[in-house]
Structure formats: structure tokens, C-alpha cells
């Protein structure tokens, strides 16, 4: 089973939908999570992270943990064309590094 | 503000040459540094990461090697590039509690 897994897509939604996506972990010593946001091409970019149980909202961005189920999720409201992109879900453990999942890749059609 | 710089942005190299990838963060002190690799379409690999000055911490055996000669200066190595060191190398640096990993621009580099 791998540390962090996300589904690799394509994801695709309508430009103004809700993308939704998704990110287990199999660690439940796992503290914190991020989500980055990867342009082809270029470097991952952070979005948000969050590391209580809950939502955490920020502009059209929203994470929400769940410890209980080790799944996080981001939902990203009315979608762009440029929001286009692989979405990299990361977790931290311990006190290694962050452990990535393999990312997501969404397209947001005009 | 904190920036990171790697160089060169793009790099093509035959099979056996030498490499060295140069990773500096401007704005912060004693961070956490890593270095990444993604092949094409695939995940980020953790190769090294450290914690200060002369601490290597390897993730992965390789023909690679990483040193820290300087707080906020990384360089990645090798003796003799094989044709799978291709790929997309990041470098990243990590501050405070929650340890949150900010990437530079990234090198790419074809072993030809």
C-alpha cells in the first residue's frame, strides 16, 4: 500500500463546477497535509495546509481533513481554465520529510 | 521574503559525465533542504535531505550525492551520469513548526 495515494485522472469538470479532489494516507501518525499545485513544466506551488480535523477555507480553495478515515481533500469552487493542473497531495509524519502522493491532474473545460 | 535559486535551469549531458545541480535560499536561516527528483509524468522522489550544515540524510541508494557546504547552499552530485538520472530535479527548503516545503524553479536535465 503506498504511504499517500491520490487518483492520477484526468479529473475533468466544467469552467464555474466544484473539482473535488482526493488524498488518502495510510499513516495514522500523520500530523499535517498540504497541497500543491503543479503547472506542466514548473515547480509545485504550495496551495494550502491544514492539520486539524475540519475545513479550512482560503479564497476558492478548501481542505478538509479527516483524521478518523486518513483522507484529505481539496474542493476548489468555480473552477478556471487556468486552474488546469496536477494536484500534488503531501503528508508529514514524524519528523521525516513530507511524503508526496503522485498527484492528480485536472483540466477545467471552457 | 524567501526565495530559492537553482541552476542550471535546463541541462544535457552525455552518459558518464560529472554532475553538479547548485540550490541557494535567500531570506531565512538554518532551514531544512531537500532534493527531489520527478521522471516524466511521474511522483516526486525524496534523494536527500538536510537538516544543517554537513548533514546528509540519503532516501535512496544511487549515483548520487548531495552536500551542504553552506547553511542555505545545497549541491547535488555525480561521478558518472547513467541515462535514468533524466529527469526533473527540484530543490526545496522547509521552516518552522509545521515544516512547510517551498520548491525552487526546478532543473532539467537529459543524460543523452
Known amino acids: 500500500q503506498k504511504e499517500v495515494e491520490q487518483n492520477s485522472g484526468p479529473l475533468s469538470v466544467p469552467e464555474g463546477a466544484i473539482a473535488s479532489l482526493n488524498c488518502t494516507y495510510s499513516?495514522?501518525?500523520?500530523?499535517?497535509f498540504f497541497w500543491y499545485r503543479q503547472y506542466s513544466g514548473k515547480s509545485p506551488e504550495l496551495i494550502m495546509f491544514?492539520?486539524?480535523?475540519g475545513d479550512k477555507e482560503d479564497g476558492r480553495f478548501t481542505a478538509q481533513l479527516n483524521k478518523a478515515s486518513q483522507y484529505v481533500s481539496l474542493l476548489i469552487r468555480d473552477s478556471q481554465p487556468s486552474d488546469s493542473a496536477t494536484y500534488l497531495c503531501?503528508?508529514?509524519?514524524?519528523?521525516?520529510?513530507?511524503?508526496f502522493g503522485s498527484g492528480t491532474r485536472l483540466q477545467v473545460q471552457p | 521574503s524567501q526565495t530559492i535559486h537553482q541552476w542550471p535551469a535546463t541541462l544535457v549531458q552525455p552518459v558518464g559525465s560529472p554532475l553538479s545541480l547548485e540550490c541557494t535560499v535567500e531570506?531565512?536561516?538554518?532551514?531544512?533542504l531537500y532534493w527531489y527528483r520527478q521522471a516524466a509524468g511521474r511522483g516526486l522522489q525524496l534523494l536527500f535531505y538536510?537538516?544543517?550544515?554537513?548533514?546528509i540524510s540519503s532516501e535512496v541508494p544511487q549515483n548520487l550525492s548531495a552536500s551542504r557546504p553552506q547553511d542555505r547552499q545545497f549541491i547535488l552530485s555525480s561521478k558518472k551520469l547513467l541515462l535514468s538520472d533524466s529527469g526533473f530535479y527540484l530543490c526545496?527548503?522547509?521552516?518552522?513548526?509545521?515544516?512547510?516545503?517551498?520548491f525552487g524553479p526546478g532543473t532539467r536535465l537529459l543524460v543523452l
Open positions: 531570506g531565512t536561516s538554518n532551514p531544512n
Open positions: 538536510s537538516v544543517g550544515i554537513g548533514q
Open positions: 503531501a503528508v508529514k509524519t514524524g519528523r521525516r520529510a513530507l511524503t
Open positions: 499513516d495514522r501518525g500523520s500530523q499535517s
Open positions: 526545496a527548503w522547509s521552516n518552522g513548526p509545521q515544516e512547510t516545503q517551498y
Open positions: 491544514i492539520y486539524s480535523n
